[in-house]
């Protein structure tokens, strides 16, 4: 069974970064598209960043310019850098994965900006 563990949430001021890890079982060569989610209490999931298995990267106008997605496919890791966080930035995110028509999920990590 396939698994994602992510890693690196936590609580930061204002203005500050962090950087999210998502660790899968499997290559991420495998994965046709990796995204990282969050989703902040009473609000839909929603979807801040993709790399496709080619290497394209997208990202939520939210995020555009504060967030880079990278991947590092021998430590079949995914990362998410994100800058200049927001108060508005606090929710659970998460990493998905596309494998053929399987979607799998991690179990989320918390990230929490105080003003």
């Known amino acids: 069974q396939v698994r994602l563990v992510e890693s690196g949430g936590g609580l930061v001021q204002s203005g500050g970064s962090l950087k999210l890890s998502c660790t899968a079982s499997t290559s991420i060569v495998s994965f046709k598209k990796v995204g990282w989610y969050r989703q902040a209490p009473g609000k839909e999931r929603e979807l801040v960043a993709s790399?496709?298995?080619?290497?394209?990267?997208t990202y939520a106008d939210s995020v555009k310019d504060r967030a880079t997605m990278s991947r590092d496919i021998r430590q079949n890791t995914v990362y998410l850098q994100m800058d200049s966080l927001k108060p508005e930035d606090t929710a659970v995110y998460y990493c998905?994965?596309?494998?053929?028509?399987?979607?799998?999920w991690g179990q989320g990590t918390q990230v929490t900006v105080s003003s």
């Open positions: 998905a994965a596309a494998l053929g028509s399987v979607a799998i």
């Open positions: 790399v496709t298995a080619g290497g394209t990267t």
